[in-house]
């Protein structure tokens, strides 16, 4: 029998979930019984082939899709099938920030219209010109880019943008689907280091989905791995890098470049970028 977690605990819990479908032949199961709980100023990454599970598990939190049987909760409000209003005050508490932010920006749109739609929405405030330059100056922008069309912003500008545009509401946590994904090295460096540094000040979590697991090792205090539908390894990033216990694992982490263990440590007694 699965173990239920107190949904009041920790500040998002999915229990039990199960989502799978069907075709003319048989059933697809894609999340097979799964529980999970975070802290609210966890770093997490979850990681694991395509197929794993992991893109369908990020849209079940999201909301984007709704499990067979199980739960989701935040903050100790339950997610799943819960009206519109629950809904709108868990955006304000959890923001996304896309794989491919060009894809998500509408490219017609200003920066400035761009990051005040999401005050206007979700009723958190009015959008005013100062909390529009806070927002780029956090995401290490200068606030003239507020007049730029999002088709007119490079990569790296077009994901900083996203995140300030999830930062903007001052949401408590962050999820993150593959960040760094398409940008070149010193582009990855920098967006990995401006998340942990917004993590920390803002006291923010972060559940990254993402096949790069020298990213997680750099950005995330614990690490999961998807198989299957279930988690198969969840622990602290070192350990699960150093000795991962499942053969799957095993074979994951050795398909990456070895990674420099020296560098893990224990994030949650430093936080320094």
Known sequence: MLKHIDPHA??????????????????HTIIDSLSLSIGQQERVGLVGESGSGKSTLLKLILGLA???????????????????????NYRRLVQYIPQDPHT????????????????????????????????????ELPVSILYKKAGELSGGQAQRIALARAL??????????????????????QIKSLLKRVCHENQMGLL???????????????????????????????????SPVHLYS???????????????????????V
């Open 104 to 139: 998500a920006l509408p490219p017609t749109q200003t920066v400035a219209k761009l990051l005040a739609e999401p005050l206007k929405r979700l009723a958190v405030g009015k959008p005013c010109q100062a909390a529009l330059e806070r927002a780029v100056k956090q995401v």
């Open 168 to 189: 903007i509401i001052q949401p408590k946590f962050l999820l993150a689907d593959e960040p760094t994904s398409g940008l070149d090295l010193p582009l990855r460096e």
């Open 10 to 27: 920790y500040f998002l819990v999915l229990n039990a979930l199960n989502y799978s479908y069907r075709t003319a032949k048989k059933k």
């Open 250 to 272: 095993q074979k994951l982490i050795e398909t990456v470049p070895r990674i420099d263990f020296h560098h893990l440590h224990d994030q949650s007694s430093s936080h320094t």
């Open 66 to 88: 709704a499990p067979q049987t199980g739960q989701i909760h935040c903050a100790g409000m339950p997610i799943i099938h819960s009206p519109w209003q629950t809904l709108k």
């Open 208 to 242: 990254v989905v993402t096949h790069d697991i020298s990213l997680v090792s750099d950005l995330c205090e614990r690490m999961l791995v998807m198989h299957q539908g279930q988690i198969i390894e969840d622990g602290a990033t070192g350990e699960v890098i150093a």
